[in-house]
């Protein structure tokens, strides 16, 4: 046998504590996007018009949100747009479990993406996200919208009406960017808190 004299003294340091060199390098997160609210370019191959964010076991209270994507008229549905969301966990934290890639390193891993379908509708199954530790925003939603040969942008957060910062000062100061974000949600008998946000596409 081959002595070990000849292996790499990193290599047999490696060995010697159970690590694989390879495997280390392939995880090696790729450098993150310059865009730090994009995540239009991440989407799966398999997007449809609804999505589940968090799974059961995701401590918080579960929510859907649904709603219809229209043209700048505001009246013709638009099918086929892809929308980003991404928010944060019941403590008001993005999330991560450690190997995210790209901009699920800024987001965390609740997110996901929705194609309109022909009717432009959209929904996503969640949890109701909690507001930033600082308190200096409300809870929210981020969307973003890709529509076919157009570049990604994105549009008023989701906030939701009954949060005690969505005051008349907060009101005043929203561009409604996509149509009003804010969102009046009610709570079921199930304890699920449900909501429609409707977006109008940019000129």
Partial sequence: ??????????VLIASLLGLSVLSACAQ??????????????????DVSWT?????????????VITGTVYRPDGETPAPG???YVYHTDAEGIYPTRGD???NARRHGYLRGWMR????????????RPGTYPSRNEPAHVHMTIKEPDRAEYWVDSIVFAD????????????DERGGSGIVDLTRGDDGVWRGQRDVVLME
């Fill in 51 to 63: 999505t589940t964010i968090a799974g059961a076991d995701e401590p918080g209270e579960p929510m």
């Fill in 28 to 45: 090696e997160p790729r450098p993150l996007p310059d865009c730090e609210w994009c995540g239009a370019a991440e989407a799966p191959d």
């Fill in 1 to 10: 046998m081959r002595p070990l004299s000849w292996i790499p003294s990193f």
């Fill in 100 to 102: 995210e890639q790209g």
């Fill in 116 to 127: 309109t379908d022909d009717a432009g509708q959209y929904r996503f199954t969640t949890i």
């Fill in 163 to 174: 949060d005690p910062l969505v005051d008349a000062a907060y009101r005043a100061e929203r």
């Fill in 81 to 83: 747009v892809l929308l």
